[in-house]
């Protein structure tokens, strides 16, 4: 009903193996370990030794005229609308994380490196095993839209969901702080914290604390939760998904490393999720538990009315609404998925090529950076022409230059090594999650459009390549000229070092190192140069965003 997969995609999106599976290295177990049975153990300790601590909530200090009462209209609303953003992110998230389901702290991403995988398969060392083969099915009542590979779909939901969740954040905070609501949430002093250990020891040893009526204020556990979910894990969310944009990374180095590097921003949004989860369930699980009626009616309509059940039926009706939202999603994504492309382009493409697009990157790495291994993504050519090519040792090799060019050309690769040699030591970003660092070395693009001198109306450099893409049909993507131009956009023939291998795009590949790696076209057999990226392919600026919706402009 809601997908019409013909065969290649059906095989693709929902494959044999659909096996799930969690794999999780010991330290990673063992730091786990510590943290959840170590922070129970010592509350059973400390109530089992000294005895059960005084409960903090019986010295709560009397409500004042300044303290806020109740819940105004405002608060309400942003807490149900913050909650349909973020199973959306959430649920996209996942879809996203599924394309490559392994997570690291090094930036190589090196097989068997990874400390979480959701896959059961071992990277194979006798054969190439590409990034693609890589990616894993997602049960789509998880997933936004799940299936398998479906990340340029998931991209647009994630990223389409998070300015307005953003907004409603900026808006919430605002009227905290111009209305008194900001005493529930800020602590006013340090006492807050061996608070909190003392109501969680009551939890912790399954003695209920006295519940404070959230209509005034809440226990210090609770407010220190609600301050950290607020001030610390929606900012740490963005921090760190702003950390993985390749625009970001080859530009303001130091930003990814306030994570350690970009894999450790990409592991912490994975922590921050899990802990945006454990949050929801912990949540929801006390709000049932102390008072469901009530504290629902606070929440939903703003009364403290222990007995009216409005808020339950509320409550229930916006959960069913997001329920009915995720089909209707669905439903977008496989029916109508050029409009997920236009408004994600309409909003964020707007806003990136606005602003981190304009960075210049900068190669900041040294040799020593240099990844131990390196994915290989995309589908090896399998024609003649290159194969014969290859058998030659790239020896017959003609680059092809041409469309709306005052002089087109042919050049072999040494012709194309006499005009100019640039090495650039940049990370590599695919667009499922994988990085690597590399050298790379060949023709800057600028000497090339020197040589055969564009017309003034064009725009846009297509790349062409002698391999196909995931679903047939030549692998393309375009660029655009002001792109091509900027430091480290190169025509590589050389890869650390070594004449670039047949798997890594011999006999020449592109590196715009402000892009995703979707865009640098490996196998390239011809150059055209047009007026828009809409008069090449099925208009979309690439393989990728004609067949699978990638994003035109691919700076995050
Ligand atoms: N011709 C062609 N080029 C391609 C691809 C492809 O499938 N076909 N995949 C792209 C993707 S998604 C990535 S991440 C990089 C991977 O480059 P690597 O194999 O050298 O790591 O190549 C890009 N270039
Ligand atoms: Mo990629």
Same mark, same amino acid.
């Given at each position: ?25 010991p ?7 510590i ?8 509350? #059973?300790?400390q109530?089992?030794?000294f ?22 209209? #405002? ?21 996203? !994380? ?16 990874? #400390? ?9 060392d ?18 936004l ?20 969740? !953003? ?46 009526n959230?209509f ?15 001030? !610390? !894990?929606?900012?740490?969310a ?5 950390a993985?944009?390749?625009? +970001? ?5 130091w ?8 894999q450790g921003?990409?592991s ?30 606070? +929440? ?51 806003l990136?090529s ?27 050519p ?9 058998a ?8 092809q ?5 005052e ?12 005009m ?17 660092i590399?050298?790379?070395?060949g023709?800057p ?13 064009v ?6 390549s002698f391999g196909?893409?995931?679903?047939g ?25 070594q ?21 640098m ?14 008069h090449a ?5 690439g ?6 919706y ?7």
């Open positions: 009903m809601f997908t019409n997969f013909n065969e290649a995609e059906r095989a693709i999106r929902f494959p044999q193996d659909r096996r799930m599976f969690i794999g999780i290295k330290f990673a177990l063992i730091i786990v370990f943290l959840l049975l170590a922070t129970i153990g010592l509350a #059973w300790f109530y089992l030794v005895g059960l601590p005084r409960d903090p909530s019986l010295s709560l200090p009397e409500t004042t005229q300044a303290d806020p009462k109740g819940f105004p209209l #405002w608060l309400s609303l942003s807490h149900w609308v913050n909650f349909f953003f973020l199973i959306l992110i959430i649920r996209s998230g996942l879809s996203i !994380l599924a394309d490559h389901a392994r997570l690291y702290w090094n930036n190589g991403c090196s097989p068997n490196s990874e #400390w979480l995988r959701f896959t059961p398969i071992k990277v194979p006798d054969r190439v095993w590409t990034a693609k083969e890589d990616a894993r099915y997602l049960n789509p009542i998880v997933g839209p799940g299936y398998r590979h479906s990340i340029g779909l998931a991209r647009h939901w994630h990223f389409i969901t998070v300015p307005f969740f !953003l907004l409603n954040g900026i808006v919430f905070t605002a009227l905290l702080f111009f209305t008194n609501q900001w005493k529930r949430l800020v602590p006013m002093s340090w006492q807050v914290l061996p608070d909190s250990w003392n109501v969680f020891v009551h939890y912790a040893t399954f003695h209920m604390p006295i519940e404070p959230g005034y204020h809440y226990n210090a556990l609770q407010q220190i939760s609600y301050f950290a979910v607020v001030f !610390l !894990l929606a900012p740490v963005m921090l760190s998904g702003m993985m944009s390749p625009a +970001i990374e080859n530009r303001l180095h930003f990814p490393k306030l994570f350690g590097n970009r921003a990409r912490i949004h994975f922590l921050v999720m899990l802990s945006f989860v454990a949050f929801i369930i912990i949540h929801v699980a006390m709000i049932a538990a102390t008072g469901l009626t009530r504290n629902m009616n606070h +929440i939903t309509i703003g009364t403290d009315n222990p007995v009216s059940h409005m808020g339950i039926y509320i409550g229930l009706g916006i959960i069913l609404l997001t329920i009915a939202f995720g089909f209707l999603a669905h439903w977008i994504s496989w029916q109508r998925p050029r409009s997920l492309q236009h408004t994600d382009a309409a909003i964020n493409g707007t990136w606005m602003s981190i697009n304009k960075f210049k990157p900068k190669d900041y790495y040294k040799r020593k950076d240099i990844s131990p291994y390196f994915w290989v993504n995309g589908k090896m399998d024609s003649e022409e290159w194969r014969d090519l290859a030659n040792k790239f020896k017959d090799y003609k680059l230059v041409g469309g709306l060019v002089n087109p050309v042919e050049l072999s690769l040494e012709d194309l090594k006499q100019g040699l640039e090495q650039n030591i940049t990370m590599h970003q695919c667009i499922q999650g994988w990085s690597g590399a050298e790379w070395g023709l693009i600028k000497n090339l459009v020197e040589l055969v001198k564009p017309h003034p109306s725009t846009t450099v297509v790349f062409y196909e893409g995931m679903y049909g030549t692998y393309y993507d375009t660029h655009s000229l002001d792109n091509c131009l900027k430091p480290e956009s190169i025509l590589a023939w050389e890869m650390n070092y004449p670039l291998s047949e798997t890594h795009g011999a006999p020449l590949r592109l590196r715009v190192e402000n892009q995703l790696g979707y865009k076209v490996k196998w390239i057999s011809r150059i055209e140069f047009l007026e828009t990226h809409k392919g099925k208009g979309y600026g393989k990728n965003e004609d067949d699978e990638f994003d035109l402009l691919a700076d995050t």
